[in-house]
């Protein structure tokens, strides 16, 4: 079965410069989400996406912005980038109805993109 | 405000030992309940969920966990532990769109 993709899975940028993540969720899936793991951390919600608008937000800095695209997929901006910015990406996406039952809450994960800040 | 705790960051047991990992939950609602599985440098599995219905939920590679509103519990298990079963383990609650994740168990299987 498809999984969610994300791309790619490692990235070093050096301080100030910018990132862009891409994230291509699972066939049919209109919600995306975007979570951050530091290193011995557990993930924390950053921003998520349904049918293109955002729906909910956390810790997300003003320096980061994402959207959703026309396809579903999703990319995360990450500007003016900072050494504790260095950590696991995830995206995440779900179904918000699969025709039986509703499903949003049940979050599918990619492999993550990597990205160190030097 | 929801939030997750996991008991025990790190929980070793033997080959073939029964695997007990704790989750205690706060929700204001009647939450939905995950558990990840992180294996080293991969992304984070779902092995099992409770959304509604049945209290006792089976999942994937053998776990099992079981919701108990009175104790505010969802403890994961596996009655006969494997090598391949180390790995990190996060514990997840939701009822709106994001999860809230515990700080995760490190569980190592000795031979």
């Known amino acids: 079965a498809a999984g969610v993709i994300q791309s790619p899975r490692h990235l070093i940028k050096e301080k100030r410069e910018t990132a862009t993540l891409k994230c291509y969720p699972i066939p049919r899936h209109d919600t995306v989400y975007w979570y951050q793991q530091g290193p011995g951390q557990d993930p924390q919600f950053l921003i998520s996406f349904y049918e293109k608008m955002q729906s909910d937000k956390g810790s997300i800095p003003d320096r980061f912005s994402a959207q959703q695209f026309s396809d579903y997929h999703s990319e995360l901006n990450m500007s003016s980038l900072e050494l504790g910015d260095s950590a696991l990406y995830f995206c995440a996406s779900s179904q918000y109805w699969t025709g039986q039952t509703y499903a949003k809450n049940i979050q599918y994960f990619g492999a993550g993109t990597r990205l160190s800040v030097l | 405000a929801q939030s997750v705790t996991q008991l025990g960051s790190h929980v070793s047991v033997s080959e073939g030992a029964l695997v007990l990992l704790r989750c205690n939950y706060s929700s204001s609602v009647p939450p939905y309940l995950f558990w990840y599985v992180q294996y080293p440098n991969q992304g984070l599995q779902l092995l099992l969920k409770?959304?509604?219905?049945?209290?006792l939920v089976k999942g994937i590679n053998g776990f099992e966990a079981e919701f108990k509103k009175s104790e505010t519990s969802f403890h994961l298990t596996k009655p006969s532990a494997h090598m391949s079963d180390a790995a990190e383990y996060f514990c997840?609650?939701?009822?709106?769109?994001?999860?809230?994740f515990g700080t995760g168990t490190r569980l190592q299987v000795f031979p």
């Open positions: 997840a609650v939701s009822n709106t769109d994001k999860l809230i």
């Open positions: 409770y959304t509604t219905g049945a209290t």
